[in-house]
């Protein structure tokens, strides 16, 4: 097995606290009794998908959503409801990624979309009063920005390729089963972040 030399971090679920149940609780109210069914941690139908990776705008994404609500919800409240997802950064984690970037080659790889990216830097900004949280990582890769997301191999392949790294010399963490084994496929090593576990306890 190569030597470490490179750390490629998920961010829900790792680095900011994360609640899928708020999300579809909050949905659910709206009117889409079948959220679960759509969207979750171990898939998401086409809408989201396409919202991921910047295949569809935000306001058409408001637009479909808004045909499963009832008649009278907003857009404001659409989006509430789908920021309601996103609790709190991990600070400690936070200050582990100071420490680790004095050994390692660090980047991030989060499958999220333009309405979670505005809503969670501003909720890193109140909670560290620094001004941006990509500016702990070497590159940060958002799926909807690079338009592929996890677990697909393509979209571990794009990261080494641009980032100009070895997918034998890079660890892959992420709390999700399915991202870990694609990363798995794509010849990266993998730490699978399990539950009540911080990126803090790993001994590399």
């Not at 579809?24 to 009794?33: E, S, V, Y």
């Not at 980047?107 to 620094?130: C, Q, V, W």
């Amino acid at each position: 097995m190569a030597k470490i030399k490179n750390l490629l971090f998920d961010l829900g679920g790792v680095l900011l606290n994360i609640d899928y149940n708020k999300t579809a609780d909050a949905f659910k109210n709206l009117g889409i009794h079948q959220f679960d069914e759509l969207y979750s941690q171990a898939g998401a139908n086409h809408l989201f998908e396409a919202l991921e990776t910047g295949e569809i705008s935000e306001g058409d994404f408001y637009t479909t959503i808004q045909q499963y609500c009832h008649h009278s919800t907003t857009q404001k409240q659409i989006e509430m409801a789908w920021n309601a997802i996103l609790l709190n950064f991990r600070i400690e984690s936070l200050d582990y990624l100071d420490g680790v970037k004095e050994k390692y080659n660090v980047y991030l790889l989060s499958n999220t979309n333009s309405i979670h990216l505005t809503a969670f830097h501003k909720i890193f900004r109140e909670e560290t009063g620094k001004s941006n949280l990509d500016e702990y990582f070497i590159k940060a890769y958002y799926s909807h920005k690079i338009h592929k997301r996890k677990p697909y191999a393509a979209t571990y392949q794009f990261v080494i390729d641009d980032a100009g790294i070895k997918a034998d010399e890079t660890l892959f963490i992420d709390d999700s089963f399915n991202n870990i084994e694609g990363a798995r496929e794509a010849g990266l090593q993998v730490y699978h972040l399990l539950p009540n576990l911080k990126i803090e306890d790993m001994k590399l």
